[in-house]
């Protein structure tokens, strides 16, 4: 059993930052890769940011957040985390980070385990 919990949400203004951690308990994720996505009210869950599973790994991003979000991690807290520049009120949702299992880093059901999620609100 794995759990992760995602912390560092919060208001912030437009062209603020914020940094989102992802830790997690009950059994390392140093061999996995890690997703964070997002949800906003009334839209469909959707991908930000996807991190192999070694350190430093290769990374992808949505189109909306390259440039401007970084995904990294480290194996040796079990975390992994969301560095967020230049945020926007789009950007606006609660935010979950999940284990990748396999299949598209893109796609929701290529992962099992996910986060409660932490709200991040962006005012313009």
């Known amino acids: 059993q794995v759990q992760l919990v995602e912390s560092g949400g919060g208001l912030v203004q437009a062209g603020g930052s914020l940094r989102l951690s992802c830790a997690a308990s009950?059994?390392?994720?140093?061999?996995?890769?890690m997703g964070w996505f997002r949800q906003a009210p009334g839209k469909e869950r959707e991908f930000v940011a996807h991190v192999n599973w070694w350190s430093g790994g290769s990374t992808y991003y949505a189109d909306s957040v390259n440039g401007r979000f970084t995904i990294s991690r480290d194996n040796a807290k079990n975390t992994v985390y969301l560095q967020m520049n230049s945020l926007k009120p789009e950007d606006t949702a609660v935010y979950y980070c999940?284990?990748?299992?396999?299949?598209?880093?893109?796609?929701?059901?290529?992962?099992?385990?996910w986060g409660q999620g932490t709200q991040v609100t962006v005012s313009s």
């Open positions: 999940a284990r990748f299992t396999g299949g598209s880093a893109y796609a929701s059901n290529s992962y099992d385990y």
């Open positions: 009950g059994r390392t994720l140093s061999t996995y890769a």
